[in-house]
C-alpha cells in the first residue's frame, strides 16, 4: 500500500448514506490517483530538468567539501547560473496557469464594463511587457558579446540566453492566457473566486 493510496481512499456508500472505505467484503478498498502529466507544458519540463542539474550540482559542491575537504570551485558559479535559468523558465509555467500575483482589489468596487477593460489592459501589457523583455535581452547579448563567466571558461551569453527563451514562453504564454480571457469573457482579476475553486479542486483529487 502506498502513502498516495492512504490519501485517497475510495468510499463505498452505506444505507444509512454514510460513506465507508471498506467495500462489501469488509476489505479496505483503496487505489492509487491516476498521475495525469498532461497539464505540465513544455517549459514546465525544461525548468524542472534546470532544477534537477541543479539538486545534482549543490549535492556534488556539498560532498566535496564536507567528505572530500576539497570543494569544488566551478559549484558555486553555475549553481547561482542554474538557479536563474530555472527560475526564467519556470516563470512561463506560472504565466500559462495564471498564478502570478494579482491585485484584484479594484475590481470588487469598480462597474463590471471597466473591470474587463482593466483586465484586457492589463493581459495586453503582460505581453507587450514579455516581448519587450525578449527584445533588452537580445540587446543585452550583443553588448556582451565574448565576455566568460568568472570561473568556468563558458560565455554569459548562454545564460542570457535562457532568460530570453524563458521571457519569449511568457510573452507567448500570455497571449494565449490573454485570448482565453477574451473568449470566456472574463479573467481571474474580475472572478478570483475561480483560482481558489481551481486549487480545492487540485487538492481534492
Known sequence: MTPAAEQHPTTTPVADGREHVLDESGHFNVHDEPIDLGKYHL???????????????????????????????????????????????????????????????????????????????????????????????????????????TIVDLPMNVVYGVCMVGFAFCAFRGAQVAIEHWRQGYSVLERPEIAIEEILEEEAV
Not at 53 to 75: E, G, H, K, M, P
Not at 84 to 94: D, E, H, P, Q
Open 43 to 149: 517549459e514546465a519540463w525544461i525548468s524542472f530538468g534546470f532544477f534537477w542539474v541543479l539538486a545534482i550540482t549543490i549535492f556534488y559542491q556539498f560532498f566535496t567539501r564536507y567528505a572530500l575537504n576539497d570543494s569544488a570551485a566551478w559549484t558555486e558559479e553555475i549553481a547561482r547560473y542554474l538557479l536563474i535559468c530555472t527560475v526564467f523558465i519556470g516563470i512561463a509555467a506560472s504565466v500559462r496557469t495564471n498564478r502570478h500575483i494579482h491585485v484584484d482589489i479594484f475590481y470588487r468596487y469598480l462597474p463590471a464594463p471597466v473591470c474587463r477593460v482593466l483586465s484586457t489592459f492589463v493581459d495586453v501589457m503582460r505581453v507587450v511587457f514579455f516581448t519587450y523583455m525578449v527584445s533588452l535581452t537580445w540587446q543585452m547579448m550583443q553588448k556582451m558579446g565574448s565576455y566568460k563567466m
